[in-house]
């Protein structure tokens, strides 16, 4: 018996890859950029990964890492998490010390919600 838990990414990985063949498809001569946060086994071959919304918390930052090597031993290297967290308004050092880390992330981005200061 299959339970829900057992395949609950793999809609994430076909729709990773569905994604990213739709891309190659419409422009063959141009490599697909497609992010996702919802993957599986096999996902690296399709695009970046990102850990999903985070907070603008001291912990976060912290968790950042040891999450971004685990994907990273996993097979999955193109991962990132959102800098300087998604959610909350994060305070100066955090904000500077996280650009600092984040550049160190194989995939860098500055991300957070439109209500962030």
Known sequence: EVEHRDVHN??????HWATAQGHE?????????????????????HGAV?????????SHLAKSVPMLLSLCLCGISFVGADVPGFFLDPEPELF??????????????????????
């Open 96 to 117: 500077q010390r996280w650009h600092q880390l984040g550049i160190w992330y194989p995939f860098y981005r500055g991300h957070a919600h439109l209500e962030t200061k």
């Open 25 to 45: 498809e419409r422009a063959p001569n141009v490599r697909p950029f497609v992010l996702t946060r919802s993957f599986f086994a096999g996902s690296h071959r």
């Open 50 to 58: 990102w850990t999903g919304d985070n907070m603008a918390k001291w």
């Open 10 to 15: 793999v809609f994430g990985f076909y729709h």
